[in-house]
């Protein structure tokens, strides 16, 4: 048995019946009243989130000093377990990026993984030591608010920027005080929530469930994350909170997770709600013998486990395991050696130049062209510009959801990073207001319009019946789009938003996300060609509200649309088709693919596959040359395309790459019709593609 196994061993030895339940309860604490609490070991973690709108405030800061504080009540404590510090720490603390789903459209596991070590070295610098994040929740339908904080629809893309977060929070050794610890969230189908409405139900399929919706959790646990977080949803009819089958039989079974479960916000205490206890005391058992460990907040492991154990409910056995976890990451985590925060660490470490710059590069690297008529853009040879739109002034309003810590003033506000980059001799003109923009556009060469959502209009059960942007903003895109200048829409979201009569409205289109504190530095450097656009799109776009649920990965059909006879699966008044597909996106150059290679045409094991790229624009550019399968025949129904791997290229004018991936055999397996997993022989095809709906194809056979 290893050290700290050991040392576990000890303690459970010495802790009271009280104590032990104690460290499975994470309360919220105010003030001073919580301390006793915390000097009887009532507490195993505190979660640093005050007011149920905590994603969107600014109001209540962690600090080390109040950590530091609450910290030594703990120490005070009969045996002296350390806390360990939690907090929704989404997109960066106080030097903010991207949002997640933003980030996902860099397709650069790499920009995930920096992101999320500056995110770490910031949160832990006012002593937190445990983030509620990487959201690993495959989202297939854009009105569900919370698909602007996890990596979108693709559940291979999902996993590699799972394995990448969980690497950029906990490092190779997350007892280093700048890590932390990480929490794969939300165990597990949250994302399809019917209707898009947060916390409703989802019925998931098993094939679909293993196939899409597990594996970038396995990929976060197979990357060593510290925790999980059960969902709230009801799933199949089972609350994820009570899911034994799922979060012991799969989770640690399967896949041999050590770490702890956390439940999310007084989910435990919800099973009531659900319908599935009877009480409190039957929702504690039910959670815990299903395998959740700690309870967030909602104080029911406190109250009633003790007396559950005396009624025989549980086992001294499921306590001892449950506590047994949490000390694990709580000794992997360093704490017990370093309970405290150096409180000199905030003024070095949070906000850095460093950090800011990599926020810049970070919101470049994120952003997609979607359009680009004439090569409107970079904006070259106008001399007076206009920029228009509600989000002219915007400051906070780039961030996005779940931002506790980031502050207006911080941000560089788009009006002055337009001047900072504009060409000399370009006039700029500002206009928030639509009146005096159109009175305005007269006189201007060219028009950039700033539209899009505010974040308080995406993320947690911030959902939508209606994808179109905001009321009243369509309106002023079509009025300024009478004009007759040209035309560059920005859209700022936190979702794929069905944007089609505005794109046909303009002549260019920049999907610039929630894109974090500098995202208007990094939009200004793109707009005039300082920088060029390589994002990605990490979902399909809508055409209409109604495609809703809308993914690339879906199942053939037995009608699919092949030609335009009448009953073949479609819509009477739209496409099925989306307006953008997955992986799409532009850049100021442009590539060709050519010369497909196989290296065999039979896969033994694994097989090479490549493709050459050739940059055939004017200027060097970056390209996400992706590769996608499709097993023809199974034995149950298959997508009829899967992405399975990507890569980012920068190339010269004129410069050609041969791009080559591996495909091994275990890429292709699925879970089959007799519910084991793995391949099935027969003949697949293969694309090296700019996105899922075109590329180079071929075929071969296992
Ligand atoms: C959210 C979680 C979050 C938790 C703690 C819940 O409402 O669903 O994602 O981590 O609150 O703030």
Redesign the pocket.
Known sequence: MNHIEDRINHLLGQMTLEEKIGQLNQPMIHGLPGLDLLRQGQAGSI?N?FGAL??QGFDHLSSAEQCNALQRAALESRLGIPLLF???I?HGQRTVFPIPLAQAASFNPALVETINRIAAREASAVGIRWT??P?LDIARDARWG?IA?GYGEDPYLVSRMAEAAVRGFQGDDVSQPDRLVA?A??YVG?GAAEGGRDYEQAEISEPTLRDVYLPPFRAAVAAGVGTV?S??LDLNGVPATANRRLLTDVLRGEWGFDGFVVS????VGELVQHGVAEDRAHAAALALRAGVDMD??SGAYQETLAGNLHRGLISRAEIDEAVRRILRIKFRAGIFERPFTDPERASRDILTHDARAFARQAARETMVLLKNEHHLLPLRDFRRILIAGPFVHATAELFGT?TMDGRAEDVTPLDRAFQDVAPSGVELWFAAAPDLALARAHYADAIVLLVGEHPARSG?NANVSDLGLPPGQLEWITAMAAIGKPVVLVVFAGRPLAITRAVAQAQAVIYAWHPGIEGAAALAEILFGLAAPSGRLPVSMPRATGQAPLYYNRKPSGRPLIDDGPFRTRYVDTLTAPLFPFGYGLTYTRFTYSDLRLSSSRMRGALEVSALITNVGEQAGTEVVQLYVRDLVGSLTRPVRELKGFQRITLQPGEARRVMFTLREEDLAFTRADGSWGTEPGRFKVWIAPHCEAGLEGEFEL
Do not use: L, N, Q, T
């Open positions: 979660i989130a905590s994603g939690g907090r929704d989404i509620f994040a959201m919370r904080e929490c969230k939300h949250y977080m969902a709230f999310d916000w007084e989910s967030m907040v779940w947690e």
